[in-house]
């Protein structure tokens, strides 16, 4: 079937990534092959107990070991803190099994080793609060001084007339649904280099998904203006909303750097990548859905109690996105939502992949499963009828001007033989649904969302690409370069995306709510624009005819009424230089999406100009001797408006698939007394490439028309689909439905038991 | 008495240079600073003869010894030309001492000289040719077999009808000069650093005058795109002429890069940089002056022959530049010029500071002392009748838009005292006076001399500009951030220069021809205009008035007609990011001047847009026991339009006084037998602080309609007259003309001698 994209050169056409080859020899440049002459080696002492006072810091030892360069504890920091309730150290008491203490430099990782570990910490231990249960209740000990209870953040979100659409409904569920803590697991550890030498400049080497927001917080946090902070952003080995932003070990390093005029690197170890480092935290639901007989959906409400860990960091998002998205997927009369944040003595929790969606669409995409059997509708029939389409505006006033969600779930489940396989499959063999909305970028709590782009051009022709958006593995960097060449009808091999160096790159808020190919997507375009109008001069008046009939296209430039006298870009570009005029081409653009900033306010609104939507179909064998799932296929729709890079849409979604498998059925951080027992990737149990399922990949291309040759996003919208159909599929081969992630076998033989049970 | 440029904020201020407090601390990276991982250390094997047949090389030892990684000689270059004239290894013969025929790289520099030093040439010795004498000889032997003879270049370059204006003149005088070898002796020395480990990149890291020649030329030879060579040209420790492009060494490191497939870095000694790299060579000039009775002059002729050294490089330019120059400083009715460059078996040589020009006017400036004493009139009088002016047109159609030479020579003079001190001081103590005139850029032998120009502006209001042109020294980043500041209304240390890297620069041709200043100047200046407008928009509206009463200044911009209402600079650019538009300030800029090449074609015609001149008074003292001169003082006079940094402008006229005084009384290269006698800086006399004589500067602004804030150039243009100053002074203080430089003592006491004879 022809694609829509295909009257394109080069978008829609399968192009392997422009930074493979280096990746694949091991050239790529990470933080960690940074090495500044005079470097230092840092490293952190962390609380060794989940919760009690600090009775003694005793750095004498470690100051009078040969290497050691600087030693600081709170008194040094100034009494900086990282987020609203986290000192950088810690001054009278600790609250996690790993929180900040002190720290040192050294003139190697070895020394720097040993003198951490010559440092001695007293400690006067307390009973730790190690579940929202214990720490919510009346008269619990409070964790942070500054508060009253251990409640850190609740957010009530209503939209519609609830009360009145839950009373209209025929049927009503209630169930609860449990999510356990995981971890974002990344190839690359935590690690930073920071060199604050000289006391007005102070430039940070690390991986991070938005350079611009480290750089905000740390020029605040130092008391210096952005532009003298400079955040070097090389490669990333991974992100899944796991590098957001600044974390103690930035704070940390340049405090040390400042104090030896050194540059100081800081590399995480295993265990401190998993005993600090964040993933999501454990989330309690309790999910009611209405509806009526005929499987009309009329509201949607949900209280979710989440472990927000020893510190918020930036976990009030988690909340809001949650209430926010209750009515995003299907037409509903109305949705509520209550969420609490609440400290425990576990280590501080942040965002898996997925941002609290994954949690929230498995639950809510498992109630709907039941919701489908109580009233013997068909599940992919339930979300078909309740659906949302093109033109549709949610209770909230979130508004789709493009939308595929009926066809991802069509084609779902045509391909995948729903209607052949739902409840006639063999015993232990199940099928499951999954749906998703997720938006495209958008200006969530800040006043503006731009992303910037500019180019110049050799006069050989190739370009050179400016962006301040980090390629964290996502293939963004390619996605830029084939924009920029569809337009000035080069390929993207003739592009040298130049990005990660705040001091270089136009502005860019970063890769994070999947506002990549969309908003810095429109920039590039917009730059790209620009630099053609420049091209186009030359070439119309070389060729004789009007700039406005140019065709750029397969390195040529040509005019649509005379498509057989050409002249190729790179004449046209060298014969700009070479002119008279002696003209160098260099082309700016920027996009900022025109929506209003609607997450601190009511809620109510547009939030973006862009929502991508899929559907996923899961196939599944369950073992009910041991309780272990093989996944067997996956059927992945996703509606990316325009597949820019194919191969790139079908490695998001396979990568997707794969990290949402890893939630459904793997990944777990098993806690005990606030400590993870499992904190290394032999013990944490991601998936095996053996055990990824086959997977039918489905692009749907709506052509939305915002975006840039209408793309959307494929950033993590499809991860909310695969976790509930996996779970679906599951529950559908136990015939007993699953209310916990990860799916274990333990969990699996634990249903098989309570099945047996009634 | 006011400054024209009064009416700026920032332009015509003292301003200290941006990187001063990084160089003075030792902070700034150059290239011997960078280490990349895996470097190799390169080392070259040079002729120890001037003049030979190689019968063998045996690199069998350097190959076994531990820690060297390639050994190349003539047969691995495939046949590589370094200009027209030298291969980049020497295949069976050797041309002068030091000429490169193998090379090593090995894991640090002691394997990597000690592998140099296990090559053995076998050498069947040729007798040399040292002299142009010699080898301008009919019959000489031929040193380059593709030639007939030694020539390697000859100039004819007639304007005017010289044979006319000689018949009309009163008065003819015909003197022979000569200028002895010279030394760039730059303080940091010549350097490389190679990456070509990948076939499709290649990575220079080195100190150069213009980073797109030596990229150009680099990508021509090895047949890349130009944008696939990235030349990094972090700092540059002096240059003087002599970086202006590529070089044997860099090409050697290239290739053993290419070769190891790591990268590889070339620091050359002392010896080798005295030896191999290239000052001025030795000028033999033959100058014919006519005069009227009163002074007014006709013609002037010369002849010029000119050791070429044993290779060509770009000495060509140094006839043409002679040529032309002859008939720009004084109102002629002729010139006529013939130059001829003579290969020798002496160092290839290049230029030095200056030129040619320094030698030139030395000889030029001599004359005219002469023609003044046998004509009876005053050498400063005789300068002031035949001066050109402002809207003088030069026989070639040089045309001169602005121009000071007259207030150059009237200030210098009356500053100095001239009047009551020449003819009347004590014995040995001499006054003498030099002038000079230099291009400000222009299209030399490109058909375009562009420079280009962008700019960001962060949310702080702080302001990168990205630039293609280096800072040698001269604190062109600095004044380039004075215009942009000027411009925007802010201060230099609001600007962050970004340069030195051709992957991120737009282009620039470089740092010669006294371009920067005005041609880059112009090209940041369009930039910064391009900037003020996108802020403008954003203020207008926020002032309601409109954007053509908007003025920028002290960080503030208001309406002039009402300029108590005003917003700060940075707000604005807050505000226009913050705005629901969300628009990220980017600019750009460029500047080719509007003029033709003609270097190339009849030399007819104007080659550049503006020019400076200037004039210089020296006062000296003879002891005639000894012959030593010592420089008392010096006043100089120099228009340069507009001083964009009056600091940064004194400092190039001290670093010229410098520098001339050094090619007038210190520097030579002592050559025998094709080798330097002193190649170090420990025998190559360069002056000494204390032998700084006073300096009075006299700064002449007049305002160039076509600079930028009429800003010209002080490049090279005042070392012009330092040397006819000095030497006229000499000249005065022991009644003998001085007719060859260097001056030392041992020339000095033989003009006496001579004078005595008499």
């Known amino acids: 079937m022809p694609r829509k994209s295909d009257k394109y050169s080069v978008v829609g056409k399968r192009q392997p990534r422009l930074d493979g080859p280096l990746k694949a020899t091991g050239r790529s440049q990470f933080t960690d092959d940074v090495v500044l002459p005079g470097m230092l080696h840092g490293k952190i002492v962390r609380s060794a107990i ?14 009078k070991l040969p290497g050691v360069k600087a030693v600081i504890t709170h008194k040094d920091t100034d009494g900086l803190m990282v987020g609203a309730d ?75 007339d609830a009360e009145k659409a839950f009373a209209e409904s025929d049927h009503i569920r209630v169930d609860e649904y449990t999510i356990n803590p995981s971890h974002s697991a990344f190839s690359e550890q935590h690690i930073v280099l920071a060199d604050y030498s000289l006391p007005d400049k102070l430039t940070i080497w690390t991986p991070i998904q938005s350079s611009v927001i480290i750089q905000m917080n740390m020029a605040f946090k130092f008391n210096l203006p952005v532009s003298k902070v400079r955040i070097m952003n090389l490669n990333t080995g991974g992100a899944f ?94 949705s509520n939502f209550t969420g609490r944040l609440v400290y425990t003595n576990n280590k501080p929790y942040f965002f898996h992949h997925g941002t609290g969606m994954v949690a929230m669409r498995f639950a809510l995409g498992s109630q709907l499963d039941l919701m489908a059997q109580d009233l013997g509708i068909d599940p992919v029939e339930l979300r078909l009828k309740n659906a949302v389409d093109k033109n549709f505006t949610t209770p909230s006033k979130i508004h789709y001007a493009s939308c595929g969600l009926k066809e991802c779930i069509r084609k779902a489940s045509r391909k995948s033989g729903w209607k052949r396989k739902h409840g006639k499959l063999p015993p232990y063999r ?85 506002r990549g190919t969309f908003t810095t997507g429109n920039a590039v375009k917009n730059a790209s624009l620009n630099t053609r109008k420049q091209i186009a001069k030359t070439a119309a008046a070389k060729l004789g005819v009007k700039q406005s009939s140019l ?38 653009g920027f996009y900022n999406p025109p929506v209003e900033a609607v997450m601190s306010g009511t809620y109510e609104g547009n939030t973006s100009l862009a929502y991508s939507f899929g559907a996923q179909i899961a196939e599944v064998e369950v073992d009910p001797e041991t309780g272990i799932v093989t996944l067997l296929k996956m059927t992945v729709a996703h509606d990316v408006g325009c597949a820019i890079n194919p191969l790139a849409v079908e490695g998001q979604l396979d990568g997707q698939v794969f990290s949402g498998m890893g939630q459904s059925m793997y990944e777990e951080c098993l806690m005990e007394n606030g400590q993870v027992l499992n904190p290394s990737l032999l013990d944490y149990k991601l998936p095996r490439s053996f055990e990824m399922p086959e997977v039918e990949h489905i692009i749907v291309e709506t052509i939305d028309p915002y975006g840039p040759f209408g793309a959307k996003e494929v950033g993590q919208g499809p991860i909310q689909s695969t976790t509930q159909a ?17 799916i274990t076998p333990e969990r699996v033989l634990n249903a098989l038991r309570q099945k047996n049970k009634k």
């Open 241 to 334: 909303c796991g590098r957001g932003s600044d974390k103690a070990h930035h704070y940390i390093a340049a405090l040390l750097s400042r104090r030896t005029g050194r540059p100081v690197k800081i590399r995480c170890t295993a265990d401190e990548e998993f005993l600090v480092f964040r993933g999501g935290g454990t989330y309690n639901f309790k999910f009611k859905t209405g509806a009526k007989k005929d499987g009309t959906l009329k509201a949607i409400g949900a209280e979710l109690l989440l472990d927000c860990g020893a510190y918020m960091d930036a976990q009030f998002i988690v909340l809001r996105f949650i209430g926010f998205s209750l009515q995003m997927l299907y037409k509903l009369d109305a």
């Open 86 to 160: 986290q000192l950088l150290l810690r001054d009278d008491s600790v609250n996690y099994f790993g929180d900040e203490i002190a720290a040192v430099a050294a003139v190697d990782e070895d020394t720097a080793i040993e003198a951490a570990e010559l440092i001695t910490v007293e400690y006067e231990p307390m009973s730790p609060l190690l579940s929202v249960e214990e720490a919510a209740v009346e008269g619990a000990r409070v964790i942070h001084n500054h508060l009253d209870s251990n409640q850190a953040d609740d957010v009530t979100m209503n939209f519609g």
């Open 551 to 588: 065709v750029f296209r397969d390195k040529k430039i040509y005019s649509k009424d005379a498509p057989d006298k050409t002249i190729t870009f790179e004449d046209t570009v060298y014969d700009t230089l070479h002119s008279q005029e002696g003209r160098y081409i260099m082309g700016s």
């Open 50 to 63: 989940p919760s009690g006072k600090i009775l003694n810091i005793d750095t004498s030892r470690a100051e």
């Open 430 to 514: 199940g099928i499951g649904i999954g749906c998703g909305v997720i938006r495209s970028g958008g200006k969530g709590m800040m006043d503006h969302d731009t992303s910037a782009a500019t180019i110049n051009i050799e006069e050989d022709g190739k370009v050179s690409l400016f962006l301040g958006i980090p390629d964290m593995g996502q293939g963004s960097h390619t996605a830029m370069a084939i924009i920029t060449a569809e337009i000035l009808g080069i390929t993207p091999d003739d592009i040298n995306v130049i990005a990660g160096d705040t001091d270089l790159a136009p502005l860019d808020m970063g890769a994070m709510a999947q």
């Open 726 to 742: 996996i779970a679906n599929a599951v529950s559908n081969a136990i015939g007993y439905p699953i209310k916990e992630l990860p």
